[in-house]
């Protein structure tokens, strides 16, 4: 016999990780009834609260208490102010969306040189209030295993706290999710948020897979110049991060600029090679002229 809690909740989820890039005028202005003559992959009517609002270069309050995976009260400001970091904000009974974000998010950090608990930190926080260090724990373990960096133990951090903290966090990186008590799960956004060592909003990277091209380049920036080589600072000039979509592409107005400036430098150089030949055939006709007298 089919379970309708179950298929509820894989309808939620599915709907949820297409949501996520979705934009929210769209989601406020799609039907949210069932009525029949309504397209059949309507929102549900709980999305209408699940998005992100943008708050780029906003500040998180540092000063937010926290309980890490070992049962220490922490606060946000114990990661701030030497590397950028980034913040997921999940559930860890999640049964799909929250580990395929987290799959997506450390997928993307394997074939990178920059490395947590030295470039950056990755700062998990659950945002069911029910959840316990222990839960915390293991769900760090479980990553711990993948993501086998001398650091990785120092940099990444998973945090339970109390729904006052969690409501503070949440709304100032716009992150709005909503409980669905008829399925006893949260229906929530599939996105992560990049902030500065200041801990101020610096980027969002939205869905369940993120480019490891993107990562990084979220993460140079968020540096503000402390971390990544010459090539990474170099290659922002180069690249546009688009808000709407949380990813990076091609500036073309950029490569067309640069090729502006090298057609001028290469005119320039032309001339100077041109006048100073000039000189110089004007120099030995002069020579030979005095010569010859």
Same mark, same amino acid.
């Given at each position: 016999?089919?379970?309708?809690?179950?298929?509820?909740?894989?309808c939620?989820?599915?709907?949820?990780?297409?949501?996520a890039?979705v934009?929210?005028?769209?989601?406020?202005?799609?039907?949210?009834?069932?009525?029949?003559?309504?397209?059949?992959?309507?929102?549900l /009517?709980?999305?209408?609260d699940?998005?992100?609002?943008?708050?780029l270069?906003? /500040?998180?309050p540092?000063?937010?208490?926290?309980?890490?995976?070992?049962g220490?009260?922490?606060?946000?400001?114990?990661? =701030?102010?030497?590397?950028?970091?980034?913040?997921?904000?999940?559930?860890?009974?999640?049964?799909?969306?929250?580990?395929?974000?987290?799959?997506?998010?450390?997928?993307?950090?394997?074939?990178?040189?920059?490395?947590?608990?030295?470039?950056?930190d990755?700062?998990? #926080?659950?945002?069911?209030?029910?959840e316990?260090?222990?839960?915390?724990?293991?769900?760090?373990?479980?990553?711990?295993?993948?993501?086998?960096?001398?650091?990785?133990?120092?940099?990444?951090?998973?945090?339970?706290g109390?729904?006052?903290?969690?409501?503070?966090?949440a709304?100032? #990186?716009g992150?709005?999710?909503?409980?669905?008590?008829a399925?006893?799960?949260?229906?929530?956004?599939?996105? #992560?948020?990049?902030?500065? /060592?200041?801990?101020?909003?610096?980027?969002?990277?939205?869905?369940?897979? =993120?480019?490891p091209?993107?990562?990084?380049?979220?993460?140079?920036?968020?540096?503000?110049?402390?971390?990544?080589?010459?090539?990474?600072?170099?290659?922002?000039?180069c690249?546009?991060?688009?808000?709407?979509?949380?990813?990076?592409?091609?500036a073309?107005?950029? =490569?067309?600029?640069?090729?502006?400036?090298l057609?001028?430098?290469?005119?320039?150089?032309?001339?100077?090679?041109?006048?100073?030949?000039?000189?110089?055939?004007?120099?030995a006709?002069?020579?030979?002229?005095?010569?010859?007298?």
């Amino acid at each position: 016999m089919t379970n309708p809690r179950g298929l509820r909740l894989a309808c939620v989820t599915a709907v949820l990780a297409v949501a996520a890039v979705v934009s929210p005028a769209a989601q406020r202005s799609a039907p949210g009834s069932s009525a029949p003559g309504q397209p059949a992959m309507a929102p549900l /009517p709980i999305l209408a609260d699940v998005r992100i609002d943008q708050k780029l270069d906003s /500040p998180v309050p540092l000063d937010l208490t926290f309980v890490d995976e070992a049962g220490k009260n922490v606060t946000l400001s114990q990661y =701030f102010g030497a590397r950028p970091a980034v913040l997921a904000l999940v559930y860890y009974e999640c049964p799909m969306l929250c580990t395929q974000v987290l799959n997506g998010l450390f997928s993307s950090l394997e074939p990178l040189k920059l490395d947590a608990g030295r470039d950056f930190d990755i700062i998990v #926080v659950s945002f069911d209030p029910g959840e316990t260090p222990a839960m915390a724990r293991a769900k760090k373990a479980s990553y711990l295993k993948h993501y086998q960096r001398p650091t990785g133990d120092a940099g990444i951090h998973f945090l339970t706290g109390r729904q006052a903290e969690i409501d503070r966090l949440a709304d100032a #990186v716009g992150f709005r999710y909503a409980y669905d008590e008829a399925i006893d799960q949260y229906a929530h956004p599939a996105a #992560v948020t990049v902030l500065t /060592p200041k801990g101020h909003v610096s980027k969002y990277l939205y869905g369940v897979e =993120f480019a490891p091209m993107d990562f990084r380049f979220a993460m140079v920036s968020a540096g503000e110049g402390q971390i990544g080589t010459l090539v990474d600072q170099a290659l922002l000039y180069c690249f546009h991060y688009d808000p709407a979509t949380g990813k990076y592409s091609v500036a073309i107005m950029t =490569f067309v600029r640069l090729g502006g400036a090298l057609t001028l430098l290469g005119l320039m150089a032309f001339l100077v090679v041109h006048l100073r030949r000039d000189r110089r055939q004007n120099s030995a006709v002069a020579s030979t002229a005095t010569g010859t007298r």
